[in-house]
């Protein structure tokens, strides 16, 4: 799995969030006798190439020049621990999921549909990490005996001590302190502690955090192949949009994949295609290749703002198409549902439908007649 700096495959413990408020037009125009043309099994060895691995890595860099990493969780309250370096050890994965090249009215640049959630997960982490910073100024000021400075210097190599094998009264001294900066900010920063925000500020000012993401889509294949290095054309700002964000690669030399020119119909065969985390379960091979997984269900619901499937999805499917027997997107892989205790109902599985993608972004999509009004 890829590392920090993506050279190998990336870890998929991360557990990705499905949720989006999408649109759904209730009539449309189909064009008379749509028929397949071809089967599954030849479908899908197009399909297989049209389908990209999505990992979403992060930098995270201090004021002062440091470079700064997710390494640990503190003890007591269970939040992040935040280690530095004077070396830049490249992105760290922090997310993932499934993407696919679309076919669009802009030929300047290959346009890729996924899902806003499995990209936008940036924020929290670098907030957290802002957190974890400005209470470790305050920290230093509050112990350092009038010499804040060296004091911040010391509790920086003892977060440190984290990221290497510790003896006892190491391990001891990195879990009192940790747990002491979240208590700083709990007690002093909080918004329960400083709810105008005009403490947690300052602080924050001394030593900003600055951020920066990397989209890298990996083609199926080895994993030594070279990903493709992606830019954010545009991205769901609301909860009031659909789950849906559009990546570019310029010179990327991949067949797009269609979106269909007839509305999904319940009942209607489909595929969902992508890369979910339970399919790896059962590869012993899984850290050599990228390889997307097919699974075959049909269309169970055209609501007003839900195209529902019951193919199995799960953690990673996210953003990835649900393709019909033309061997075209219907939708994008969105949201599965969830049961009262928790687990997947992987059997009942929403899609960003041709409407909501349209409605997105019309300059790329103008004519979608399976998405008209």
């Not at 806003?116 to 305050?138: S, W």
């Not at 992987?346 to 008209?372: D, K, T, Y």
Request: net charge neutral.
């Amino acid at each position: 799995m890829p590392n920090a700096s993506l050279k190998i495959r990336a870890p998929r413990a991360i557990l990705a969030a499905f949720s989006a408020t999408m649109l759904l037009s209730a009539v449309f125009c189909t064009p008379p006798q749509v028929r397949a043309v071809e089967t599954w099994e030849k479908l899908d060895k197009r399909l297989k190439q049209q389908i990209f691995h999505l990992n979403v890595g992060l930098k995270l860099r201090s004021k002062d020049g440091l470079w700064i990493y997710l390494s640990d969780m503190s003890p007591k309250l269970h939040y992040a621990v935040f280690s530095t370096s004077a070396e830049d050890r490249g992105y760290r994965v922090i997310g993932f999921g499934s993407t696919f090249p679309v076919k669009s009215a802009l030929k300047d640049n290959t346009y890729f549909l996924t899902s806003r959630h499995v990209i936008d997960n940036a924020e929290g982490i670098t907030k957290e990490c802002q957190r974890f910073f400005a209470a470790m100024k305050l920290y230093a000021e509050q112990s350092g005996n009038g010499n804040p400075d060296a004091r911040y210097k010391q509790l920086l190599a003892i977060v440190n001590l984290g990221t290497k094998p510790m003896d006892t009264a190491e391990r001891a001294q990195y879990q009192a302190t940790v747990d002491a900066i979240w208590d700083t900010y709990e007690n002093n920063l909080s918004l329960h502690a400083d709810p105008a925000r005009v403490l947690f500020n300052k602080y924050s000012k001394a030593n900003e955090v600055q951020s920066q993401q990397g989209y890298f889509l990996h083609a199926p294949g080895p994993v030594t192949q070279q990903p493709l290095e992606a830019k954010i054309y545009k991205i769901a700002k609301t909860d009031s949009e659909p789950d849906l964000a559009i990546l570019s690669v310029a010179d990327a030399h991949v067949a797009p994949l269609e979106l269909d020119n007839a509305a999904a119909s319940e009942g209607q065969e489909i595929q969902v295609i992508g890369y979910p985390t339970a399919s790896e379960q059962l590869d012993v091979d899984k850290e050599k290749y990228y390889a997307p997984t097919f699974s075959t269900g049909r269309v169970s619901r055209v609501g007003p703002h839900i195209l529902q499937v019951d193919a199995p999805i799960t953690s990673g499917n996210s953003g990835g198409p649900v393709v019909s027997l033309r061997g075209k997107a219907l939708g994008v892989v969105a949201m599965r549902a969830m049961s009262a205790k928790g687990g997947e109902l992987a059997n009942f599985g929403g899609a960003v439908p041709l409407s909501s993608i349209q409605s997105f972004a019309p300059e790329l999509f103008p004519h979608i007649s399976g998405a008209a009004q």
